[in-house]
Antibody
């Protein structure tokens, strides 16, 4: 079965940076549309970023635009989320998610999530 | 931004009951709409996509309907493994947005 595994979460001070990684078993991420979706514990889901499976175009929520960057390493079969200028409100569990087809389709597979805590 | 509103926030039901969850979009999303299930310690699971298509491996007791702004998830006979939180999502336009969730709990 397809599994997505996130890593790289942790505690970081406000203004700091963190890079999240997403790896997949039995799945080729090279041509997959992948999103990062976050969830503040006990609250709802918020989409953060998406990378297209066809042309690697990227899309970011206004709340993270200019601070977060989603990218792909085709050789390593990994997707990353570089998070800079982190704020307390970025504290959340971050999920790597693969879309069924390309962008603007449902999410077919989710990872278990990695917790990011922004605090001094 | 398209706002997704789910109702009710919590639903207390007994096993075997029929359950109906609702989601409303602030503007039309056509049928670009999905339902997900979240259980503690488990990854989110896609239940329904394109408003009415069951995802692979999803039991037939789950069904989705609606288009435009009004959507419904129906569980025909609630099983013990169905107690969970359910989220709706639109993928018609950026930003992708989710509803706040409906928790289905044991009565």
């Amino acid at each position: 079965d397809v599994q997505l595994v996130e890593s790289g979460g942790g505690l970081v001070q406000p203004g700091g940076s963190l890079r999240l990684s997403c790896a997949a078993s039995e799945l080729n991420l090279k041509s997959s549309a992948i999103s990062w979706v976050r969830q503040v514990p006990g609250r709802g889901l918020e989409w953060a970023s998406t990378i297209s499976g066809t042309d690697d175009s990227t899309y970011h929520a206004e709340s993270v635009k200019g601070r977060f960057t989603i990218s792909r390493d085709k050789f390593k079969n990994m997707v990353y989320l570089q998070m800079n200028s982190l704020r307390a409100e970025d504290t959340a569990v971050y999920y790597c998610a693969k879309h069924l087809y390309n962008i603007l389709t449902a999410i077919g597979h989710w990872g278990q999530g990695t917790l990011v805590t922004v605090s001094s | 931004e398209i706002v997704m509103t789910q109702s009710p926030a919590t639903l207390s039901v007994s096993p075997g009951e029929r359950v109906t969850l609702s989601c409303r979009a602030s503007q039309s999303v056509s049928n670009n709409f999905a339902w997900y299930q979240q259980k503690p310690g488990r990854a989110y699971r896609l239940l329904i996509y394109d408003a009415a298509i069951r995802a692979t491996g999803i039991p037939a007791r789950f069904s989705g309907s609606g288009s435009g702004t009004e959507f419904t998830l129906t569980i025909s006979s609630l099983q013990s493994e169905d107690f969970a939180v359910y989220y709706c999502q639109q993928y018609d336009n950026w930003p992708l947005t989710f509803g706040g969730g409906t928790k289905v709990e044991i009565k």
